[in-house]
């Protein structure tokens, strides 16, 4: 089963920023949507921000809006999330996913291919 690889979380200070990559070993993110999760503890999976392939289309969480980017290079075969102004609220193992199909899902369901979380963590 592939599984994407995400890196990039770690600890900071309200209202500053992160940036979390996605990337792939022997598979290809080609003519797949990828999406940003996240996961604080006993809440739900909820998507945070997608892009279709090859780009022209994102998706973002309201509350994010703003604050962070999802962009993808179709060279390296990546996906990044900046994440700016960051609050306590943004706290949250994220997730690296990948559809079998290039338009953007909404729902974890509609993801087959999941990466191991990261953990991003803002302090107030």
């Known amino acids: 089963q592939p599984k994407p690889v995400a890196s990039g979380g770690g600890l900071v200070q309200t209202g500053g920023s992160l940036r979390l990559s996605c990337a792939v070993s022997?598979?290809?993110?080609?003519?797949?949507?990828v999406g940003w999760f996240r996961q604080a503890p006993g809440e739900d999976r909820e998507l945070v921000a997608a892009?279709?392939?090859?780009?022209?289309?994102?998706y973002y969480k309201d509350s994010v809006k703003g604050r962070f980017i999802i962009s993808r290079d179709n060279v390296k075969d990546t996906v990044t999330l900046e994440m700016n102004r960051l609050e306590p609220k943004d706290t949250a193992t994220y997730y690296c996913?990948?559809?079998?199909?290039?338009?953007?899902?909404?729902?974890?369901?509609?993801?087959?291919?999941w990466g191991q979380g990261t953990q991003v963590t803002v302090s107030s």
């Open positions: 996913a990948a559809r079998s199909f290039s338009t953007v899902g909404t729902t974890p369901a509609e993801y087959s291919y």
């Open positions: 022997g598979w290809t993110f080609s003519s797949r949507a």
């Open positions: 892009i279709s392939w090859p780009g022209r289309k994102t």
